[in-house]
């Protein structure tokens, strides 16, 4: 498929085409988001490392968001190209198990480290991040230390959050307010609704409005300040910890039945999960690793406030409920 | 209409093209419907009532605002001379063909919180004018930031091309600034203002990151966001197809007003430089509106230039990622403008030719079908088709976003090709059929050699947004088949906000070169071939 765009595109310029591939060497199809794929992303990291060991092609397809892999194989059913997606999380991957179209990985993974055990028999996790406020220490001296504490600061106190409906972070939010407050949820969230500046359709778009200045505090990753203290040296981003706890989102990855590659992907999988696959992850993807990478993750990861309490819901929780609490957050910020 | 020529040709040719069209857009729906396999989907939870009044009132103001910021900016660009104002022209221009993001976040750095404005008021008067970029009005601002300036664009070119003769006769009358505007001005703009009207509607109708970030939340959204949520939260492939028929249908209504207003003879031709300047109060007025329109246009995509052409140039242009992203946009560009120029130039010659209002009418409607389609709905069908017929996705990448892209031009092209070609065929109509001119010859004669400065600037505009699409491409780039706003997009998603802005400012300095130059060349081209 890359030669053939290529192709496209040269026939379309009049040059000619990248040197083709061998053709008997297996490729290993796997879609993901965009951001998963890019040049400075996890994608050629692991790429190069598994290819190195593999005797195989991997070939990133980018979609422009992890639903969007969901969905598009979903469109493409038995006769997709994927042969695994990379890239979902577990927010999701209920409905992603219900579709009946992965397979089981059939992998061990006791020997993760993560906030809660893994048990899933589809989905491998590769990496996580609890979601969080961020907050520069420049413009906010004394961050809110839970909602209610964010709900009872004047209203020029201004948050960005993102549209639970086309955002995994924003459904994220959604999740993590009725996980901790269950009933009591739309009436949190109509205590936020003035400090509310606005509700974007995209992760990028609060955390730059952020940047900019534009908002106190946004929805992210409790991992974000990671990026902006090794990448530029700032340390003046952090994420405020919430008493109440906080909701992790684990980014898992499965393995497509349709695949023609099981075995290759089951290794491709296996090699995600560990020690050589997670080294690539923290500086690229900005999420903690799943494995305990002691000398090989950058110090800065270390000093990143870890939440006291994780709050967990079920697969079941979510497939039954998110649809009712995305309805009462949007009425209630309506 | 007796005098207009008999040209059978271009009528059947604008017959099969615009119908060719339809049956795109049938197919599309067509093959999400049929990819929506059983169930009745969740009863939709929308009140379609409601986004439909809100969307209206918003896009209502957003015409208005912009039909008459545009108007008053083209006139006052039209008599003033400075230093400079081809790259102030350009520059208003390229508003429209820029990602809507990267206008917004330009917008905010003059006018947010943070942005120039408060902080220069806070510094000189210890007080800050506070965030209306947010809400209602942040929407109408940054939409007419968008569509005024391309509405002054295109107005001015009409401008530009009223002939001298017609300047000096009204000079040596002695008009008032007042009288010369409503006398010759305004008949030359008369004919721009429907399809003006109608692209800004449905722009902004359908408008959806824009309002969605500026909006501050869900009570101000368009019916584009509801589809959005239907087919990627939902997976509600049916609902989508209702709630994109629903919005196709108000669409069509706006669309059918615009194509059938009776055709207005404008005036056409190469643009000269007048020397008559009005004096007084209106030389005042037109400084203050250049001035103001300035600030308010010039400015945020000036902040572009000067955040991007910063810190993350260095490291982008070490990519060879963005070489290839540069590579394709150009090659994706340049032939979405060439297909555009083609599609553009069978409707409007087809729709010139007839004298029967009925067919004007509905050869007037395809040129604006792609607005009203949702772009979510649009990206999938094209994928769902694209799979149907055998091709792999990514083969048939490239060909789809061309195509989509110069459909997505084609009504910015009617625009600024369809006034001058009806003016031509009516006011010369007389003159080509005595000569017994071949329908080619009367192209070639007549017609493309008073359209070069046109055509330059309709290649500019189709080449300028498929530069800077995003839609179309989202669903078919992958990571060897990106453009130049894919790539910002992806950097942005990434904490990379400096390349991300490298690449808006990288973006933007194409568009404005693209807006001075091209019509330039083709002007001297055309004037070479007279």
Request: glycine share 8%.
């Amino acid at each position: 498929m890359v030669k053939s765009t290529r192709l496209a595109l040269a026939v379309l310029v009049g040059l000619f085409a990248a040197p083709a591939f061998a053709e008997d060497v297996p490729t290993l199809t796997i879609y993901t988001y965009d951001g998963f794929a890019a040049e400075w992303g996890p994608g050629p990291g692991l790429k190069a490392g598994f290819e190195a060991t593999c005797g195989c092609v991997v070939e990133w397809v980018a979609a422009d968001s992890s639903i969007g892999t969901l969905r598009r194989v979903q469109l493409e059913g038995d006769t997709t190209e994927a042969d695994i997606i990379v890239g979902l999380d577990t927010a999701i991957s209920g409905e992603a198990r219900a579709t009946g179209l992965f397979a089981d990985h059939g992998l061990d993974l006791s020997g993760l480290k993560l906030p809660e055990p893994w048990t899933d028999a589809q989905f491998v996790p590769f990496d996580y991040a609890h979601f969080a406020f961020v907050y520069d220490t420049d413009t906010v001296a004394t961050p809110p230390t839970s909602f209610e504490e964010l709900i009872a600061l004047p209203d020029n106190f201004k948050i960005v959050v993102q549209d639970p409906r086309s955002a995994t972070p924003g459904l994220g939010l959604v999740l993590w307010i009725a996980a901790a407050y269950g009933d009591r949820a739309p009436e949190i969230w109509a205590g936020l609704k003035p400090h509310i500046l606005t509700v974007t359709r995209e992760w990028s778009e609060s955390y730059n409005l952020f940047l900019e200045g534009e908002a106190d505090m946004a929805l992210s990753y409790s991992t974000s300040p990671a990026y902006h203290i090794i990448a530029e040296g700032d340390d003046t981003i952090h994420a405020a910890m919430f008493e109440e706890g906080h909701l992790a989102q684990t980014e898992v990855a499965g393995i497509l039945k349709s695949s023609e590659h099981q075995e290759l992907a089951r290794q491709f999988l296996a090699y995600l999960a560990s020690v050589d696959g997670q080294k690539v992850i923290p500086s690229t993807n900005w999420m903690f690793p799943v494995v305990d990478l002691g000398a090989d993750i950058d110090p800065a990861f270390a000093t990143l406030p870890q939440p006291e309490k994780t709050l967990v819901l079920s697969d079941e929780e979510i497939a039954a409920n998110s649809q009712r609490w995305i309805d009462e957050m949007l009425a209630a910020v309506q | 209409m007796l005098t207009l020529p008999h040209r059978p040709l271009r009528i059947a040719a604008a017959i099969t093209l615009a119908t060719g069209i339809a049956v795109l857009i049938a197919l599309v729906l067509w093959a999400i419907l049929a990819a929506a396999t059983g169930g009745e989907g969740s009863a939709s939870r929308i009140d379609i009532a409601h986004l439909l009044r809100m969307t209206s009132i918003q896009a209502g103001l957003t015409t208005v605002l912009s039909i008459t910021v545009g108007m008053a900016l083209a006139w006052a660009l039209n008599r003033l001379r400075f230093p400079g104002r081809d790259l102030v022209v350009g520059l208003f221009a390229s508003a429209i063909v820029t990602p809507g993001m990267v206008v917004a976040f330009g917008l905010l750095s003059i006018w947010g919180r943070n942005g120039w404005i408060n902080q220069a008021s806070e510094a000189l008067f210890g007080f800050s004018i506070g965030n209306p970029a947010f809400g209602l009005s942040g929407i109408l601002f940054a939409h007419v930031v968008l569509d005024g300036a391309f509405a002054a664009r295109i107005m001015l070119a009409r401008l530009d091309a009223i002939p001298t003769p017609r300047l000096k006769t009204g000079q040596s009358l002695g008009l008032t600034p007042w009288q010369r505007f409503a006398i010759i001005d305004w008949p030359a703009l008369r004919g721009t203002v429907p399809g003006l009207a109608a692209i800004i509607f449905l722009l902004a109708f359908t408008s959806f990151p824009i309002v969605l970030m500026l909006g501050g939340g869900p009570a101000n959204q368009t019916l584009e966001v509801a589809i959005y949520a239907a087919v990627r939260q939902d997976f509600d492939l049916a609902g989508a197809v209702r709630l994109a028929a629903t919005q196709i249908a108000v669409c069509s209504l706006v669309i059918l007003a615009a194509s059938a207003l009776a055709p207005i003879p404008t005036s056409f031709g190469a643009s000269a430089a007048p020397r008559w300047r009005d004096r007084g109060f209106a030389r005042l007025l037109q400084m203050l509106v250049l001035t103001l329109c300035t600030i308010g246009f010039v400015l945020p995509l000036l902040s572009v230039l000067i955040d991007g052409l910063g810190a993350g140039i260095g490291r982008v242009v070490a990519q060879p990622a963005f070489w290839w992203a540069t590579a394709s946009s150009l090659v994706i560009g340049t032939a979405s403008a060439l297909l555009t120029l083609l599609l553009a130039l069978a409707l409007a010659l087809g729709r010139g030719a007839t004298g029967n209002g009925l067919l004007r009418t509905l050869l007037g409607m395809p040129a604006f079908a792609y607005l009203a389609v949702p772009a979510v709905v649009l990206s999938l069908g094209f994928f769902l088709l694209v799979r149907q017929l055998g091709f792999a996705p990514s083969v048939a990448a490239p060909y789809v976003v061309i195509l989509a892209n110069s459909l997505l031009a084609l009504p910015f092209a009617m625009a600024t090709l369809g006034p001058p070609l009806e003016a031509i065929a009516r006011s010369r109509g007389k003159l080509i059929r005595s000569l017994g001119l071949s329908g080619w010859r009367q192209f070639t004669l007549v017609e493309y050699p008073l359209l070069g400065r046109d055509i330059g600037v309709m290649l500019a505009l189709a080449f300028c947004f498929s530069l800077g699409d995003l839609g179309v491409i989202a669903l078919f780039g992958t990571q060897d088949f990106q453009t130049l706003p894919l790539m910002m997009f992806r950097a942005l998603g990434s904490y990379r906000g400096n390349d991300a802005a490298a690449i808006a400012a990288i973006l933007l300095v194409g568009t404005i070169v693209a807006f001075v130059g091209l019509p330039r060349l083709f002007e001297r081209i055309a004037d070479a071939a007279r």
